[in-house]
């Protein structure tokens, strides 16, 4: 049942959501774009350039060679950048940026799935400080994501950790070896073909919004398919929830479950639109 609370007596369990257009609706790299280039970061052809690189993902995602060449434009592309003003830019646009376009229905999930007991654990191909923020936006209980080499302060253009395709499977294989979560009984989320592997880690998988080839899959291997299509912010879901301490979540969730029916509409009275559909988060 929705909501329902895991036995404590059971192994752990977690949900694994990627990041870009299974949580949020672009890329949460190419969304700073702007912001990076009034911080004078990147000049004005590179904002045109990831504006099409944005383009090209929400139209019909990325395939393997196309997520290599966007890998390697962008690794170039920071090389030398000063890592404590990423950090301070993304902290100051996080909510005008991010906020706006996160899923309803993904933060519907991810209350369900904490209301049950489980961890969050986002997991995505996106650098670790944009996607570090954004999971404690989201209240998520930890964070896979890219890592670039740093020295004196600024990003090399090396890549030290390549959260993507079967590296995404093997992190979440290591999360569940040290944090004691039993794989069968756990959930994960995406919209991709590349990210296969880690849909078949765990024990429900689901596909959101896929590409083409990960419908097929999906099909083939009868796994869900949810279509997200609403975003919103969170301040007008629950304020509290816009909060990234883990216990306000938690409380609002519990607000939620009592008024609504279903335990996953945190606004009282709210319509869901016919396109939408949330999984349903078993005990």
């Not at 090209?56 to 170039?76: C, I, N, P, T, W």
């Not at 306000?248 to 009282?268: H, R």
Request: with cysteine; proline share 5%.
């Amino acid at each position: 049942m929705l909501g329902t609370v895991e036995n404590h007596s059971l192994p752990r369990t977690a949900a694994f959501f990627d990041l870009d257009k299974t949580v949020i609706a672009k890329s949460s790299t190419l969304t700073f774009s702007k912001s990076f280039y009034q911080g004078g970061l990147i000049n004005r052809r590179a904002v045109l350039r990831t504006a099409y690189a944005q383009f090209v993902f929400l139209a019909g995602g990325a395939d393997h060679d196309q997520m290599e060449r966007m890998r390697e434009y962008l690794s170039a592309l920071c090389r030398g950048w000063n890592v404590q003003q990423v950090r301070e830019i993304v902290a100051e646009t996080l909510h005008e940026l991010i906020d706006p376009i996160i899923y309803d229905e993904a933060a519907s999930l991810i209350e369900a799935h904490h209301t049950a007991g489980r961890d969050v654990v986002i997991v995505s191909t996106s650098g670790a400080e944009v996607v570090e923020p954004i999971g404690e936006l989201l209240g998520a209980d930890r964070v896979v994501a890219t890592r670039m080499v740093v020295e004196d302060g600024a990003f090399t253009g090396e890549v030290e950790y390549y959260a993507y395709g079967p590296t995404k499977a093997e992190a979440i294989k290591e999360l569940a070896e040290s944090e004691g979560y039993d794989l069968s009984r756990c959930y994960a989320y995406s919209d991709s073909v590349t990210d296969i592997p880690m849909l078949e880690t765990v024990g429900n998988p689901h596909a959101v919004n896929p590409d083409r080839a990960l419908r097929r899959e999906a099909a083939a291997r009868d796994w869900p398919v949810l279509t997200f299509n609403r975003p919103v912010r969170l301040k007008q879901r629950v304020p509290a929830l816009s909060m990234p301490s883990r216990p306000a979540l938690v409380a609002a969730a519990a607000v939620g479950a009592a008024a609504a029916t279903a335990g996953l509409v945190w606004l009282a009275g709210r319509r869901r639109e016919p396109g939408a559909r949330i999984a349903q988060v078993q005990h």
